[in-house]
């Protein structure tokens, strides 16, 4: 066993293992604060997780954007020649956005009959925390 007692194994000057320090000696002992321990608001903060556009698909003259949010907050995807749009989420989560083309644009695609390359940024504003972006090119035929 491990007894404290002398004499016995794991007493003083025993062979079993060690159940407190020896006469006179000092055991320091340093804990490291994980970020698990640590309280809300204590200084320690989460790395930041990013919005991620996961695809993106074009049907006439609407955009369709699947996104991974990592979070609570507002996603907004805009671009030249896009009408904004924006979705709430509640938590983290994979959202659907239609963006449609502006009526300059679409205008503009059907008299061309040639391939639009529109650039469209997502940004997403969390509750609490950083906020993040993610761009896309999508190409319009």
């Known amino acids: 066993g491990?007894?404290?007692g002398t004499g016995g194994p794991g007493g003083a000057g025993g062979a079993g293992g060690a159940s407190s320090p020896a006469p006179g000696s000092t055991t320091v002992v340093y804990e490291l604060a994980s970020?698990?321990?640590a309280s809300p608001g204590a200084g320690v903060k989460a790395p930041a997780a990013k919005v991620k556009i996961l695809s993106h698909e074009v049907k006439g003259d609407t955009i369709t954007l699947v996104v991974r949010v990592p979070a609570a907050g507002r996603l907004t995807v805009a671009g030249k020649g896009v009408?904004?749009?924006s979705k709430q989420a509640d938590e983290a989560e994979r959202l659907t956005l239609r963006a449609v083309l502006?009526?300059?644009e679409a205008t503009s695609l059907r008299r061309r009959?040639?391939?639009l390359d529109i650039k469209l940024d997502v940004s997403f504003k969390p509750v609490s925390g950083a906020s993040s972006t993610a761009a896309a090119t999508v190409k319009i035929d």
């Open 113 to 115: 009959h040639r391939r």
């Open 35 to 37: 970020p698990s321990d």
């Open 2 to 4: 491990s007894g404290g």
């Open 102 to 104: 502006t009526k300059a």
């Open 83 to 85: 009408r904004p749009v």
